[in-house]
């Protein structure tokens, strides 16, 4: 039988198990759970719980309106003329490459009181979901039968590439293919991007991230956690046609949210082998990774004041990921979630085999990826170190992509590397590209220091720490490359990337030339990991995709991709350490608890605050919590009402939502949100923007 025949039996299969089983969520889902796709909604659990159902032009006109802000935050249209709000911690980074010494618009705040005065970002960009389509047929229908492994692999990204470049050929959009139920899956996605994008509004960080590290991910809350930017197309405002209302009363105890935006990543579907992989391995490195890094910025912020500038958007990264992974970490760590996780695969296990033809088909996947997970505890080292400085130097990352462009752009598309496909490349140039500025002097320390670490873990015999080190120490080869290199020029990025081999090859830039060394080596690992780990775990995922199908139907959410979700909820306190936690927090706790610290930092309040105290309506909601789904990427969703009105802006979850990676339980697990009421309430009084709040509700809008 053919893979295409074979899936398609399985699609049958599964129809006949809806059938058999239901229309009931699978076991593990329990009431508000769920990162939903759009093109499954959870209808029926809606109208069983709540008495309501989204019609399908509800669905459209909340998908239209929400946006994917960059690389992994979200936000909404909230005006006809382009205004699109987010988190303050979203748009951190932009707000930080338009300041400099003398302006620092994360310390001040910013506030453009016309248009003219918005500025543009340097590297900002903007998604619309416009679009799915189900390419599954396609994807599994592309391995020729007998084929697996590697090539099996290869034949799946070929025929993925070929349906982006179709895609982006026939609408213009910019087409991803995603695997959803960890490749149970393939959908294709259809996104319209947008460019000129420009800050309107931010407050000052100390009222946005306000108790800093130390109330992260903790409630009660009373952060003003929000940025607004404004799409440009040709020049002029985008006219948007589906934006979300702003309802003036905002959320309410007791009442029915929606979230609509892109979580990152969550592993619960893992199978217990890969869980028990992050407990013992990944997360523990993940952690001791982010201490390292951390301690580095924090000894160059401690240099100046201009250094501690330079490094605060890092430091707040670090800090928010390492409060996470420990929360993750030490959710693992219960007992009780792994036991409910194993009692999970042991009853859908037990299903498959005593199916004899299901146990034939499916019943080797849990195995083989045990396998894998077992090859990645022995090579985690060499597995983790596959860049030349990572997420932490921007001058060494962009070299080598720079090399491995010029020897990717060449080849047929769907030999490339994961990155260089033509559906990538609009977006590879645009961030080669950016003008955002560099500081070298951060580079230096934190190339130093992944040089180091990578000898350290690896030793100095491997061959990727001995091309990155050719007989030098880290500080002082960090400090040569770094003062010799030119590719802080965006100019020098442009002719590198325009010429192509020929460029890379003949130039003598020191990190191109470093970069040009490790390259063939990071492809060999990155070749051998294909097939020796990735390839294998990818094809067991697949067919436990399609077993929890046949079992279940479609009535379980998939993992969290980054894609856009819909999660639902009620706004809900919650126990908290032996009392209760308020659904609600308001302006006047945000006072009491700066001056119950002494207004010390972090919990000082900008001088606007104190000076215009006493025309703060005390009462005000600020904050909210709520029962909905999220994870780490839905920073910036809009919370929603039924009528689709903006009642809300997640920022966070609270302490006990941080093992959401794996498992849910809405005893505690809460999203935090800001209140609507709060947001509209501190542009009026606090920061005299009642025009661009007009623009918001929709009282005579585009008069800005």
């Not at 067991?540 to 046949?550: C, P, T």
């Amino acid at each position: 039988m053919s893979d295409r025949s074979r899936m398609s039996r399985w699609v049958w299969l599964a129809a006949v198990a809806v059938v058999v089983c239901g229309w009931g969520a699978a076991p593990w889902v329990s009431a508000d759970e769920g990162m939903w796709t759009y093109d499954n909604p959870p209808l029926r659990l809606l109208a069983e719980q709540y008495g309501f159902q989204p019609d399908a032009a509800w669905l459209e006109h909340v998908r239209l309106a929400s946006v994917r802000v960059g690389s992994g935050g979200s936000g909404s249209f909230v005006s006809p003329d382009g205004l699109i709000l987010t988190n303050h911690h979203v748009g951190l980074g932009q707000i930080q490459k338009l300041s400099t010494r003398e302006r620092d618009l994360v310390r001040d705040g910013f506030y453009a009181r016309t248009r003219a005065e918005e500025l543009k970002c340097p590297d900002q960009e903007v998604r619309v979901l416009e679009s799915m389509e189900n390419v599954t047929a396609r994807v599994l229908g592309a391995v020729p039968a007998g084929v697996t492994g590697a090539e099996a692999m290869k034949a799946r990204r070929s025929e993925i590439a070929r349906l982006e470049k179709e895609g982006h050929a026939a609408t213009g959009l910019d087409c991803t293919v995603i695997s959803l139920y960890h490749g149970g899956e393939y959908w294709l996605y259809r996104y319209r991007k947008y460019t000129d994008v420009r800050l309107v509004f931010c407050p000052e960080q100390q009222a946005a991230f306000f108790g800093g590290d130390a109330d992260n991910f903790t409630y009660p809350r009373h952060d003003l956690d929000l940025t607004i930017f404004r799409v440009y197309d040709a020049g002029r405002p985008l006219q948007v046609k589906h934006y979300l209302k702003w309802n003036a009363a905002g959320a309410a105890a007791g009442e029915l949210v929606f979230v609509s935006g892109h979580p990152a990543r969550t592993n619960r579907l893992y199978t217990l082998a890969q869980l028990e992989l992050q407990r013992d391995v990944l997360l523990p490195r993940r952690i001791a990774t982010l201490k390292r890094t951390l301690g580095v910025l924090r000894a160059y912020a401690a240099r100046g004041p201009e250094e501690a500038r330079q490094a605060l958007g890092g430091i707040f990264g670090a800090e928010n990921s390492l409060k996470s992974s420990i929360g993750e970490y030490e959710g693992m760590l219960n007992r009780s979630l792994l036991d409910r996780k194993a009692a999970e695969e042991t009853e859908f296990r037990n299903r498959i085999d005593a199916n004899p033809e299901w146990a034939k088909a499916f019943g080797g996947a849990w195995p083989a990826i045990a396998a894998t997970t077992q090859l990645q505890r022995a090579h985690i080292a060499a597995l983790e170190f596959q860049s030349l400085g990572g997420y932490r130097s921007r001058l060494s990352s962009t070299a080598l992509t720079l090399v491995q462009y010029a020897a990717e752009i060449g080849k047929p598309d769907a030999e490339r590397l994961e990155g260089f496909h033509d559906a990538d490349l609009e977006t590879l140039r645009f961030r080669l590209l950016s003008r955002a500025p560099i500081y070298p002097a951060l580079e230096e320390v934190l190339l130093a220091d992944f040089l180091l670490q990578a000898r350290e873990e690896l030793g100095a015999a491997d061959a990727f720490v001995q091309a990155l080190l050719d007989g030098g120490e880290p500080t002082e080869v960090a400090h040569r490359l770094i003062e010799g290199t030119g590719l802080a020029d965006p100019k020098i990025r442009q002719q590198l990337l325009e010429g192509g081999a020929a460029a890379v090859d003949a130039s003598d830039d020191p990190l191109i030339v470093l970069a040009r060394r490790v390259a063939p080596i990071l492809r060999e690992r990155r070749q051998w990991q294909e097939a020796n780990i990735t390839s294998i775990e990818v094809a067991a995922s697949e067919k436990i995709g399609q077993a929890r199908f046949a079992v279940y139907g479609k009535n379980a959410y998939p993992d969290a991709t980054g894609t856009l979700r819909l999660s639902y909820g009620t706004v809900a306190g919650y126990p908290m350490n032996g009392t209760q936690a308020p659904p609600l927090t308001t302006f006047h706790g945000l006072y009491d608890r700066a001056l119950g610290f002494g207004l010390k930092p972090p919990y000082d309040l900008p001088a606007r605050f104190l000076e215009r105290k006493d025309k703060v309506q005390m009462e005000t909601p600020l904050n909210f919590v709520s029962t909905c789904d999220i994870i780490g990427g839905n920073s910036g969703s809009p919370v929603i009402n039924r009528a689709g009105e903006l009642v809300g802006l997640v920022f966070d979850g609270n302490i006990e939502s941080l093992p959401g990676r794996f498992v849910f339980d809405m005893t505690a697990n809460r999203t935090v949100s800001v209140h609507a009421a709060g947001m509209i309430h501190a542009l009026r009084v606090l920061y005299d923007a009642g025009p661009l709040a007009d623009e918001i509700e929709g009282i005579a809008a585009g008069a800005r």
